[in-house]
């Protein structure tokens, strides 16, 4: 799970001359919301998101229609872009989870993704959720069970192994603490070509464990 | 699919033989410098042939009153340094070079020394080349080896010995032309049937059992003829060159003949004493004529290949 | 992947693209009304005849269309911005770095007289402006990342230094070096040789999936599209009749081109007594020739109604991922067509050429040519000179009536044993017996009745035929050359053999320039069976063709043969087409038959190793076949200086089935066994342990 | 790589070597006279003989080519038996030597029946000295049948007196029965012929032999200065049997003769006179005929008025001494010779005359002579008489000395000796045969000699060892003017190639990047233009504009063979006539050639890989745009080698071109040769650097 596994490749870019209009046009057209901007050679110089690009009111206030048509066609995107070294970027080698961190941290929706200062890729908000979908199954038809046990050594393997003896497959799992109580594990699982039943069956039989929740 | 393909014409209907020479005829006049090229020719063809009917006086009628003058309206360009008449010259000269080959003082074969000069030399060549590229092996290896030999002669000196020694004189001068372009035709005729040969059509004759010569010369020569045409009309022009630079080197049609060449290398004396004019038209003779065929040539082949 | 990137808008978004060439006749629309979408680590296929505009619409992407083509309408959108009315300066940025291209043929696109590493590294120095020692060191890298062997050494050599197949490589590296967004390739492997070309698909695949990149893939094949394409875009006549994924087209294609197409193709493993190849009649016209305001293909639509042609019908989406540009794509039902009167070849059921007596029997032949060393010694004709063992050691013979096909990669020596039979070549040894006549010597040296009895059809339609002479001329002469006919009943005959290859009599008087491709070809045939030949030797026949003019040819030779009872022999190097032709076929090798058998024989089990790695390289026009994946290393070692033993070890997957671990193979020549008595395989390998193998090919 | 070189250079030779023996034969085959063109055209055909021999163009063609490829030293060492060097004198000429055993260089000329050797000192001095310790019998069994036949005539001769017949006979004898001897060694035979050849020299008299010669050219003289004997010279023409072949100068000249010979006679005999003036009026009119026979009624009249002196000298002529006494004696003889008036009105003119012509040189005869004409002019007949046949006898005690002389001089044993002679061949000398060898003797003319140089071979080191012989026009070293007009030539071809290369290539890319645009048509028709007119053409055109009208250079170069960089403006023209020529050519083919290129794919790929456009025609184009040309431009050095040809007789400029087209109309062939061979070499080096250079550009190749 490294940050150049789950990237977004061949990212749209944009050029430092490239116009305000035309880069709005462009990631509209594309549909992205972040456009790392480039010089020769793919060399990041800085970072556009649509905030940035939202020119503020202030700004304007003072300027007639005219002026605003003029000001905003001659505005560049080197002019409004969050320029390099302020730029939060990430390595194509990188665990996802570190990227992920850098964002919450930062609280940005973008990173670019830097290879000896050229930008290889772009990581997104979006990115990281397709693969918590991914993680938890989401694309796959199944039952998804969420099973609460004790946070202790073993607990998992007993309830994989109760699913196992039945010979069926874990599509998808993840984990997270149980909220507000930090002495138990939430647990979602994915099980294909089984019914609710057959698999509630199962998992009501795991000492400790309890099924908060099945559809 | 590149994009010459996409344009390539493609003639689905069979035209009848009038419609391909208006064709051939359009492709022509496409060509502007092709035109001007023939124009050229054109003119130097008619003052060849009406030459008598284009000057009262005959090219070595001498006048010891008149010599070295600029033109006038008796001499429309002049006269020489014998006082003969340079424009009675120069038409008489174009005859010599374009539609006659005097071969003794009375007998003359119809086509000029510089047609001559490329038509032997054609045939020589074609026949070594077809032979040189057709046969390969050994054929090849002699072939090319004497080509190469009277290749790697300076042209001129192949020229001066030639000339000097069977001496100068119209059809000598027609036979050391020939000789002296027989190899350049051969490699050309060679070169386009190696590529030929490759052809399956050529393996399909080989299979029918058909004989060396029938394929050389029914199967191969007709596709080889574009650039054998255009080549020769290119030759016509360097014959015409090499006429006017055998007269001048004094290895021409002997004296009084009216030769280009050796009008200028005569004429010249007289440029620096403050005659020019005997020295003067013959040149823009040569340099009209060879010049015009070249357009012709270059403009005709580079139509040709275009809409190849 | 693919589910997540869809979501993406696409790399590149194609709407109504309308490309024109000045002529001399005028603006002429090569491509109009191309739409299509290509997203990320998607291949999207472009298939079409030779003629559709496929290349075009290539080059339009990048807007390269030389100095009389320009786009003259509809949109091309890279990444979200619109590339069509950008500056050349703008689009040369682009290109190389964002998009790039891999072209037909690798010789000609690489420069000869640059060394690779130099055309590989500036493509980095000028687009990154990075020091040329690092452009270096990415380029090796990106040549060992495309297999390149001894990639640090390839970088100093010269492009005609390196094999055909490792020139591919250097070109595609050369288009990722920039880590494109967006890889267009024009025919890649169209020049390739069927086992290299498998490789480099293998190739292709793989790089796509590391990439990510987005690829135009455009080609002439079906087989190659099944296996490589996700998307697929059927192109005729400059436009984009149907779009679709790669199942949905292949296993429903709705266009009637499209269905045209699949028909055309022979299956791997379908035999011409199994199933019929249906050509398309009529020819793709020419760009100004198109008919406007109408559907392009409904001169040559057996549905076609009088809406199509006075109206241009829409591209019609039919399934969300699947649309075509025909009025009754919805009512049209591939499976219920019957062929037109007239198209089905007519084939009574043969009478086996079993038993009969072989009208061919070749036994050891061998023809060698003398390879002339370029030492000094040499220049006095005392330099030793060396062979090259184009035909080594074949035996086989042909029962009178039947075709023998002979299949192998180029090089292997198919075509000189072609030559060797007509007598083009002379063979150094061995007999060759034509009935009863000796074939060993020259053509030259042979008699007439032998030579009409022999005669040949060519590969290339183009130089089939003489372009001096009309075409009733060429066939005449045979006529009058043999005497055939009384020569004033040469014309009769002529125009009754153009009949028999579907030519009308006003072909008589035409040149050759007036001809297409495939009519040339008919000529070429025409021509062949003039003199009622006994035996017809056809050097890849159809190679040059277009699938539907292809199928036309294959069914006009069954016929004629069938006509004639003419024994053949057919070369070619297209497993399908030999299969669906050939009563026997032959298995070529570095001069060397390898198998030889009956035809359903050589494509099932037991099989030769060769023949095994050659059936699992072919490429099936079928997304669903599954094939066995053996791809065969290394290049054909040369012909000078051939492997000993068998001929194969340097590149045998399957030495580990030798009992002694191969060791035997490099040593001696491996036996012929019998698995039947006219089913020989030349391997060390014990015929049990060949049995085991599995089939290549299984149709899902 | 090297093995291509290699390969190429033994083709490069093996096509020089076709060159030259073409020219050979084709030189062999034109027709016209060498000799005739270096002596003129007045030459014997016996002075022509000995031209060519001298040349060694008497030799068979083979032979000729041999030595001219790989020299005749070699050859000449055999035949002179001793190793022979070239060396170098201090002004710049190469000598023939032989080298003695002992280390000295040495070379011989032969005078009279000497051998004369010059031997080179360490200080460069030459000392003579004769040296006929080197004759060598020529072949006993050759000489056997010579001396037997001398041996008859000696038996028969009845000039000889009886003693000098015996002694003749008796050494003769001795020579014979020594040269019969089998086995001997040459020393042997030298040894035994020693004493009786001694006897024989010592019977020849050779003041009495040289004064034949001089008694011949007296003959001549008077015969052809004296009137009446033109008179009698005419008349046996007009009646000799070549009659028909006199033309009608001839007629005319005789004509004047005869009429001068009648005025001389004015007053002596009146019908003679007439006689003469009629016949040369005939002649005059043509009437060949009648003049003949009017002159055949006085010839008789006229050989009566000379006393038959005619025949006197006829007879001193052809050597008859015997004949000539009995002219002397008949006058003598008042019964034969009545020495009338018309006598004593001729007679002593003529032997005026005739005693002038000997000048003192054969005084036992002269004085008499002398004296007989005095007392012939006194009108003492008497004394007359005495004085004439006191000459008469000194005549023929003088012609038995001859004659011994003679019969003792031609019984010698033949003698040849090879050696080398001071004009640098190896020749054979001979003395004893008796033959008459003609020599161009330098500084006296021709010279007819009994004995002497009867074979050469011209001594040349060969082509192959860098020596191209002789020119035989000049008679110096071709090489040595070869190389200062090949400097010339590749001057002026020098600085035409750095002007047109650069422009030309530049242009042409230009042309060939713009191809089809408006800056392409006028490049390329422009240089079509220029490329086809003949040089001679645009020379003249550049003269008429530049020199003529312009003034602004000198229209003509005329300078010494030397230096074309005393007048650098007098190149101009030359230079700039060769830089539109070859201008043109290169541009057009470049153009050809970029155009090309820039349709191939791979100029395709460097565009589509986004590279710059300079960056894709520098990198990609120019490299192999330019192959084709520079190979081509290579060739074409051929052509401008003609080119050259053409405007260096243009502008009179001394190079190699107009030495070779000089050296070809006059026949000169080692000239010719050697300067084709440089053309060639050039031409075909080119060559090699035209494919030496393509494969470096084209690693196609390279690497094949």
Known sequence: MLVKDYMTRHPVMAEPSMSLVEAQQMMAEAKVRHLPVVETGKRLVGLVTRQTLRIPPTELASLNVWEITRFLSDLKLEDVMVKHRDVITTEADLPLEQAAQVMIQHKIGALPVLEKGIVVGIITEIDMMTQLTELLGGNVAGVRATIRMPNRKGELAKMTRAISEQGWGIYASGGVPTPKDPSYWDCVIKVRDVSKDELLAVLERIEDQEVIDLR | MTASEQTMPKISAQPSPLERLRGGISILFESKIAVIGLAIILFWVFVAVFAPLLTPYSPTEQDYLAQNQGPSAAHPLGTDELGRDVWARVIYGARVVLIMLPVTDSFWLPLGTAIWGVLLGLFAGASLGLMGGYLGGWVDEVVMRLLDALMAFPVVLLYMIIIASVGASATNVVLAIDIVGTPGIARLVRSLTLDIRTRDYIRAAEIRGESPWYIMFVEILPNARGPIIVDAMLRVGYAIFAMGTLGFLGLGLPPPSPDWGSMVAKGRQYILAGSPWAALWPSIAIASLVVGLNLFADGISEESTRYQ | MSSTDRGHAPILRVRSAAISYETRYGDVEAVRDVSFDVHRAETFGVVGESGCGKSTVAFGIVDFLGANGKIVGGSINFQGRELVGRSQEELRKLRGDQISMVYQDPMQALNPSVTIGDQLTEVLTVHRKIPAKEAREKSIDMLNRVYMPDSANVMKRYPHQISGGQQQRVVIAMALLNNPALLIMDEPTTALDVTVEAVVLDLIEDLKRDFDTAIVYITHDLGVVARVCNQVGVMYAGEMVEVGSVEAIYANPQHPYTQGLMRCVPKLGSTKESSILYPIRGRVPAPKDRPKGACVFAPRCDYAADKCYNEKPPLSTIEPDHSARCFYSEEIDASSWTPPEGMVPKLAARTGGNGEEPLIKLTGLKTYYKQESKSLLSLIGAGKSRYVKAVDDVSLQIPANQTLGVVGESGCGKSTLAKTIIGLETPLAGEAEFLGFDLTNPVSQRDVKLIEELQMVFQNPDSTMNPSYSVGHQIGRPLRRFRKVPSDAVRDEVIRLLHAVRLDESYYRRLPRQLSGGEKQRVGIARAFASRPDLVLCDEPVSALDVSVQAAVLNLLMEIQHEYGTTMMFIAHDLSVVRFFSDYVAVMYLGRIVEFGPAEAIYAPPYQPYTEALLSAVPIPDPTAKQKHIRLHGTVPSALNPPSGCPFHTRCPRRDMVPDGGGICEKEIPPWQYETEEHRIFCHIPLERLREMEPVVTAD | ?704
Do not use: C
């Open chain 4, 1 to 704: 790589m090297g093995k291509f070189i290699v390969r190429r250079l033994l083709l490069m030779l093996l096509t020089m070597l076709l060159v030259s023996i073409s020219v050979f034969l084709i030189t062999e085959a034109a027709p016209g006279n060498l000799a005739r063109n270096v002596l003129g055209i007045h030459i014997t055909p016996e002075q022509e003989a000995s031209f060519l021999q001298q040349h060694g163009l008497d030799k068979p063609f083979y032979e000729r080519y041999l030595y001219w490829l790989v020299g005749s030293d070699w050859r000449a060492e055999r035949l002179v038996n001793m190793p022979i060097q070239q060396i170098t004198t201090e002004d710049g000429f190469r000598d023939w030597w032989a080298v003695e055993e002992d280390g000295s260089r040495v070379r011989w000329d032969m005078q009279a029946e000497d051998l004369i050797v010059s031997e080179l000192q360490p200080d460069g001095s030459v000392t003579r000295s004769i040296d006929n310790e080197r004759w060598r019998v020529k072949d006993p069994s050759l000489e056997i049948p010579r001396l037997e036949e001398h041996r008859a005539e000696v038996v028969e001769d009845d000039q000889l007196a009886h003693a000098d017949r015996q002694a003749l006979l008796n050494e003769l004898d001795q020579i014979l029965t020594i040269l019969s001897r089998k086995d001997q060694s040459p020393e042997e035979f030298t040894a035994g012929l020693s004493e009786p050849e001694r006897a024989l020299e010592a019977m020849v008299d050779q003041e009495a032999l040289e004064k034949q010669t001089i008694f011949r050219e007296m003959a001549e003289g008077v015969g052809r200065r004296n009137h009446l004997m033109q008179v009698l010279t005419a008349y046996e023409q007009l009646s000799g049997p070549l009659a028909a072949e006199l033309r009608e100068s001839d007629f005319q000249s005789m004509a004047r003769q005869i009429s001068r010979a009648a005025v001389a006679l004015d007053g002596v005999d009146p019908t003679l006179e007439e006689g003469l003036a009629q016949a040369a009026e005939h002649l005059v009119g043509g009437d060949v005929g009648t003049a003949r026979t009017t002159l055949d009624a006085q010839v008789e009249r006229l050989d009566y008025l000379t006393g038959s002196l005619r025949d006197f000298l006829e007879a001193l002529r052809t050597e008859q001494y015997g004949d000539a006494v009995a002219v002397l004696r008949r006058i003598s003889d008042p019964a034969e010779t009545p020495l009338d008036q018309a006598q004593l009105q001729v007679l002593p003119d003529l032997l005026e005359e005739i005693q002038d012509g000997l000048n003192g040189d054969v005084p036992a005869v002269s004085e008499p002579l002398f004296q007989t004409t005095d007392h012939l002019r006194e009108g003492s007949t008497g004394e007359a008489r005495q004085t004439l046949a006191l000459a008469a006898d000194e005549l023929e005690q003088l012609s038995l000395v001859i004659a011994r002389s003679q019969a003792a001089q031609g019984a010698g044993v033949a003698r040849v000796f090879w050696g080398v002679d001071r004009q640098n061949r190896a020749v054979q000398w001979e003395k004893g045969t008796g033959d008459v060898v003609w020599r161009l003797v330098p500084g006296s003319g021709w010279m007819a000699t009994t004995g002497g140089p009867a074979e050469y071979v011209p001594l040349q080191r060969g082509l192959l060892r860098g020596d191209p012989g002789l020119s035989l026009r000049t008679g110096r070293p071709v090489a040595n003017l070869l190389f200062t007009r090949l400097r010339n030539s590749l001057v002026l071809a020098g600085l035409a190639f750095v002007i047109v290369m650069p422009i030309a290539l530049v242009l042409g890319l230009i042309a060939g990047l713009n191809e089809g645009k408006p800056v392409d048509r006028v490049l390329s028709i422009g240089g079509m233009m220029f490329s086809v007119t003949p040089e001679f053409v645009t020379g003249i055109f550049l003269i008429l504009i530049f020199a003529f009208w312009l003034g602004i250079v000198p229209g003509a170069t005329v300078f010494g063979a030397d230096a074309p960089w005393t007048r650098p403006e007098m190149l101009i023209l030359p230079v700039a006539t060769l830089t539109l020529v070859e201008l043109g050519y290169v541009l057009r083919i470049t153009r050809a050639s970029m155009a090309e290129v820039m349709k191939e794919p791979y100029i395709r790929t460097a565009y589509l890989k986004g590279l710059p456009g300079w960056r894709v025609v520098l990198k990609h184009a120019v490299r192999n745009a330019l192959m084709a040309p520079m190979t081509i431009i290579m060739l074409h050095v051929n052509w401008l080698l003609g080119g050259i040809v053409v405007v260096e007789v243009i502008f009179g400029y001394p190079g190699l071109g107009s030495y070779i087209l000089d050296s070809a109309l006059f026949r000169d062939v080692n000239a010719l040769q050697g300067g084709a061979m440089i053309l060639v070499a050039v031409a075909v080096s080119t060559q090699l650097l035209a494919d030496v250079l393509y494969t470096f550009l084209n690693p196609r190749i390279r690497y094949n």
